[in-house]
């Protein structure tokens, strides 16, 4: 089976510090990893994922995640925060074999202050 | 820009009725997936679809729930009778068939269920 835990409910943040909002997974062998990003009523965009090779991917609107096998994390981060930022922020990871569909985190809300 | 596009955005039925959600993917995806996200959650797979054949539907509550795509193409999700418990946002999100697995799937902006 696999799963991911996203540890946060929410991360508060002040606008130009940087951000990061954490995620481990567990899946056999090894992962595809992605990060999606949701506006109020609104489905998920994707922002970046985790194929293979560098371990630091860069994705949309200035977010980048480092992947780190040996901890099972993928923790989301920018350098520097905007209050548009503010949304919930979803993990999800997927087996490079069998079952195809994204299992989902549970989501963290990040929330940006001026 | 391509999208996934799924109506009715919003909608509200009353217990024991009859609801059902409509999705069109992204022109050339073969899979399809149905997820259902209730608030404070993150979205869990319903069923998947590989152009009109049924992937996997292991989460899917088949007593009220069914899932088409005839024509490989556009898919309905119907509920009957729907129950209190089903208020969700129900997502719908497509990708491109590749090699590998590593293709991101694209959602739409979801139908979101009360039932009273």
């Known amino acids: 089976a696999q799963s991911v835990a996203q540890p946060e409910d929410q991360v508060n943040v002040a606008e130009g510090n940087p951000l990061t909002v954490k995620c481990t997974y567990s899946v056999s062998g090894n992962p595809y990893l992605f990060w999606y990003v949701q506006y109020p009523n609104r489905g998920l965009q994707f922002l970046l994922k985790?194929?293979?090779?560098?371990?630091l991917v860069k994705g949309s609107y200035g977010f980048e995640a480092e992947f780190n096998k040996s901890q099972t994390s993928f923790h989301l981060k920018k350098p520097s925060a905007l209050v548009s930022d503010s949304a919930l922020y979803f993990c999800?990871?997927?087996?490079?074999?069998?079952?195809?569909?994204?299992?989902f985190g549970s989501g963290t809300r990040l929330q940006v202050q001026p | 820009e391509a999208e996934v596009a799924q109506s009715p955005r919003y909608k509200i039925t009353e217990k024991s009725q009859a609801v059902a959600f409509w999705c069109d993917p992204i022109?050339?995806?073969?899979?399809l997936y149905w997820y259902r996200q209730i608030l404070g959650q993150g979205p869990e797979l319903l069923v998947q679809?590989?152009?009109?054949?049924?992937?996997?539907d292991s989460q899917l509550p088949k007593d009220r729930f069914s899932a088409e795509r005839l024509k490989g193409v556009d898919s309905t999700l119907k509920i009957q009778p729907a129950e209190l418990g089903d208020s969700a946002m129900y997502l719908c999100?497509?990708?491109?068939?590749?090699?590998?697995?590593?293709?991101?799937?694209?959602f739409g902006q979801g139908t979101r269920l009360t039932v009273v």
């Open positions: 022109s050339g995806h073969a899979t």
């Open positions: 985790y194929i293979t090779g560098d371990n």
């Open positions: 679809f590989q152009d009109e054949s049924v992937v996997d």
């Open positions: 999800a990871v997927r087996a490079h074999t069998g079952r195809r569909a994204l299992t």
């Open positions: 999100a497509s990708s491109l068939v590749g090699r590998t697995q590593n293709t991101e799937a694209f």
